[in-house]
């Protein structure tokens, strides 16, 4: 099983800051990662896929980058909208696996 | 509009089982594989099953394998997940999600809590 690492579990900043999330593969996996939104109470939103691909109707300030076991997700100038948690997924080995999540906080 | 509408979840002793239901609108199910993905209170995202497109193909996650069981209706535009012999790790909000680009999910629905406790 692929098991994926997010770090750091909880990151605090302030609308207007630049945020950089972080998803390590314990095994190469090429392109094959996405990045999901949850809010509270809500499902999973798809951001990013194949690593470096938005999903239908994402803003601009959300990009993806990485290759092989080191991923990133950028938001390139927060919104108060954005706060939420984050999680990477695998495709690249069944079982499919998410990451652990990073929770974006507003500082 | 297109969306997903899960059903069936409540209450359930160890033990017990339940079937959970996906109703899908705005698209034609029989042409997307379709998955189930849980989080339990307070955690992270944990893929259950995948059934393919026609229903011909299913994969399961290694902790409910044996016990769930992933079944769709594309004439009713419905998937199903039979879950049996429920432990309290089962307890979770269970979410359909449409598969895309092999295996991505870009469409979720907004879940059923099943709570299995005696």
């Known amino acids: 099983e692929i098991v994926l690492t997010q770090s750091p579990a909880t990151l605090s900043l302030s609308p207007g800051e630049r945020a950089t999330l972080s998803c390590r593969a314990s095994q190469h996996i090429h392109n094959y990662l996405a990045w999901y939104q949850q809010k509270p109470g809500q499902a999973p939103r798809l951001l990013i896929y194949d690593a470096s691909n938005r999903a239908t109707g994402i803003p601009g300030r959300f990009s993806g980058s990485g290759f092989g076991t080191d991923f990133t997700l950028t938001i390139s100038s927060l919104e108060p909208e954005d706060f939420a948690v984050f999680y990477c997924?695998?495709?690249?080995?069944?079982?499919?696996?998410f990451g652990g999540g990073t929770k974006l906080e507003i500082k | 509009e297109v969306q997903l509408l899960e059903s069936g979840g409540g209450l359930v002793q160890p033990g017990g089982s339940l079937r959970l239901s996906c109703a899908a609108s705005g698209f034609a199910l029989s042409s997307f594989a379709m998955s189930w993905v849980r989080q339990a209170p307070g955690r992270g995202l944990e893929w259950v099953s995948t059934v393919t497109a026609d229903g011909g193909s299913t994969f399961y996650a290694d902790s409910v394998r044996g016990r769930f069981t992933s079944s769709r209706d594309n004439s009713k535009n419905t998937l199903y997940l039979q879950v049996y012999s429920l432990r309290a790790e089962d307890t979770a909000i269970y979410y359909c999600a449409r598969v895309w680009i092999d295996w991505y999910f870009d469409l979720w629905g907004r879940g059923a809590l099943v709570m299995v406790s005696s």
């Open positions: 997924q695998q495709r690249s080995n069944w079982p499919l696996t």
